[in-house]
């Protein structure tokens, strides 16, 4: 797997650039846990049982990544909660993206603009944490969101 690191001037020196593909390369089927309650697996020992050591590195770096916002908690036209994913196709009239195929999204502030069919780049952290809430798959990437530009590849 080679993944793709790209220096770019607009960052901070700490700062990289990454696909959503770069996150998928592995193949990814979690284990439901025991308990039905919220449970966070992200203690490395866990993760490095299946994810490549190039991915793992990425935990709580900060990055700026490109893809799609599927709105999860709004108002109006701010998105406050989003999915971040490679391809409009991911949604419920087309193909659900697997486990390691999208990131939860949590903006700091009051969001961002809501957009549908536009790419965006998401500027944040990034956290690999597996979350489950009452017994259902939540997220693997996790990223509380410091800003969105809009139309940007």
């Not at 607009?10 to 846990?33: C, G, K, M, N």
């Not at 965006?120 to 997220?139: A, C, D, R, V």
């Amino acid at each position: 797997m080679g993944l793709l690191l790209v220096g770019n001037s607009r960052l901070s020196a700490e700062e990289l650039t990454i696909s959503l593909a770069d996150l998928s390369t592995f193949d990814y089927q979690p284990e439901v846990p025991d308990s039905g309650d919220r449970v966070v697996r992200a203690k490395k020992d866990y993760l490095s049982g299946f994810m490549p050591q190039e991915i793992l590195k990425l935990d709580k770096k900060s990055i700026s990544i490109t893809g799609y916002m599927m709105p999860i908690k709004s108002d109006g036209q701010v998105v406050q909660e989003f999915l971040l994913v490679a391809s409009t196709m991911a949604c419920c009239y087309g193909v659900m993206p697997s486990y390691n195929e999208f990131i939860y999204v949590k903006m700091s502030g009051p969001g961002a603009l809501a957009v549908d069919n536009v790419p965006i780049t998401l500027y944040g952290k990034l956290s690999i944490e597996e979350t489950w809430e009452n017994g259902f798959f939540s997220h693997l990437y996790f990223i509380r969101g410091q800003k969105v530009e809009i139309g940007t590849f």
